[in-house]
């Protein structure tokens, strides 16, 4: 009989054990404001990350800017999926895949009409990958992160480039 109950115990609790090379946080949300991007260009961006694994995260992010004739527009909102390397959970280099839907206008000079520069307002999609660095503290709360990215847009105007990029230093809080 003491054999059933010590089987039974440690079934019971083998439950609630789990080795992992390094502790598992439960902190897989973060909230991050990109603070580069606001010093440079007075543009608000506030990004959203949500970790699936250690390893692996899906965001999205959101701006807005004063001024519509910045390089990318006065309105973004986007989504990425996120791949982290290295020996240290949800920090570390990260590689990234983006889709950003943004927003603004553009002075264009109208060749063909005598009323000269025109602002054309335009609104665009783009796909990109992206890279960086993000550091952590050990309480796994507060981050930093260096980023940057590249996304070809998919409709692009006449007037508008065909690239678009990203930027950015980032403070971040996980909960």
Partial sequence: MKKIIA????ILSSNFLMAQAYSNSDNIHE??????????????????????????SIGATM??????DDYNGNFGLGANVRAYFGYNPKSGVFAEAF??????????EDAASTLGVRNKDYSTTALGL?????????????????????????????FQNTFMFRAGLSVGFRF
């Fill in 130 to 158: 992206g890279g960086g660095y993000k550091w952590a503290t050990r309480s796994d709360k507060f981050t930093v992160e260096l980023s940057g990215g590249l996304g070809r847009n998919i409709n692009p105007e006449d």
């Fill in 7 to 10: 089987i039974a115990i440690f």
């Fill in 99 to 108: 889709g950003l839907y943004y927003t603004g206008e553009d002075e264009v």
């Fill in 63 to 68: 701006y807005f800017d004063s001024d519509s």
């Fill in 31 to 56: 909230i991050k404001f990109n603070i580069g991007q606001f010093l440079i260009t007075s543009s608000a961006e506030i990004s959203y990350e949500y970790y699936i694994n250690e390893d692996t």
